[in-house]
């Protein structure tokens, strides 16, 4: 954390660690980043006097950030419930595969800064790990990914949430709970094998292939967010996937796919001339696809706009 000097007050390098903890508690760049301008916002907005009296700049950043992260999570169930059709977390590029207006440019230059690029790609922000995070409360969130993910001990935890330690630790256990073990771990070398085989069963419309690589359970959730056609409920059972993946082939000409990673795993990424339309991520156990998230809200996308 931030201490009195660092920079000129102590918070220039903050920035990188509270976009990463507010991406991770909200599920969305845009929101991640909103949070922490905001918290930066109170920073400046208090006298200097003021200031010099906090000996961690960056504890306090953290807590404020993260205390706003909580409201925004308080109020995010009624604004589902007005969002047309589900809703996923927004995806993330690898900046390695996929330069954009903000990234690294021929010759070394560089656009302005993404909040996306300062995102660190790990298990973390795995869509099947986020979509978790989504089934937890607000207080759940907040204390399993301070704890679990950024080791922040509980007494600063309970400064965040205003309880306890020990609630905090409750909470973080209860959070802890939801997330299910799965199969057998899949490497990434064998989760790409099999986005692959999708992706060239789905280009050749062989839906028997896509039978084989589907979990007969397997679900697939889209997000269209009433800006772009895509079914409303999830889609159950790998026969009727695979029937949903071959009918969208038949209605999709000119669609490229690429392999691609999608939040630091093995993903497909849907374009056409050059326009990004889809960003598939997926779940893998035991050598099949158990669930498949689809985003199509072209606000959800940005990140993945071509680099002009």
């Avoid at 991406?23 to 006097?49: H, I």
Wanted: charged share 25%.
């Amino acid at each position: 954390m931030g201490t009195v000097g660092g920079g000129t007050d102590g918070t220039a390098g903050e920035r990188r660690q509270l976009i990463n903890v507010a991406y991770r508690l909200l599920g969305s760049v845009t929101e991640a980043e909103d949070a922490v301008q905001d918290a930066y916002a109170r920073w400046y907005g208090m006298p200097r006097s003021r200031r010099e009296e906090i000996r961690s700049p960056g504890a306090w950043l953290t807590t404020v950030t993260c205390r706003i992260c909580l409201d925004l999570l308080g109020s995010a169930r009624a604004r589902r419930e007005r969002y047309v059709g589900a809703w996923l977390p927004e995806p993330l590029p690898d900046r390695a595969e996929w330069a954009h207006p903000g990234g690294a440019h021929p010759g070394g230059t560089t656009g302005p800064a993404d909040p996306a690029d300062q995102i660190v790609l790990d298990e973390s922000v795995a869509m099947a790990f986020l979509v978790v995070l989504e089934s937890m409360t607000p207080a759940e969130r907040v204390a399993f990914v301070l704890h679990d993910v950024f080791r922040y001990p509980f007494a600063e935890i309970a400064d965040v949430l205003g309880r306890t330690p020990a609630a905090c630790k409750q909470l973080a256990a209860s959070a802890r709970r939801r997330v299910s073990p799965g199969g057998a771990p899949v490497t990434v070398t064998g989760r790409a094998d099999v986005v692959r085989h999708v992706k060239e069963a789905w280009e050749t419309k062989d839906i028997a292939a896509l039978v084989g690589l589907l979990d007969p359970a397997a679900v697939m959730t889209a997000d269209g967010g009433g800006m772009a056609g895509t079914v409303l409920r999830p889609v159950e059972g790998g026969a009727r996937i695979a029937e949903y993946m071959i009918a969208i082939a038949d209605r999709a000409p000119g669609l490229e796919l690429l392999e691609r990673t999608v939040n630091g795993v093995p993903g497909l990424v849907a374009q056409r001339a050059g326009v990004v339309m889809t960003v598939a991520a997926f779940d893998i156990a035991d050598g099949r696809v158990t669930r498949i998230w689809v985003i199509r809200n072209p606000e959800k996308l940005r990140p993945w706009a071509p680099e002009d």
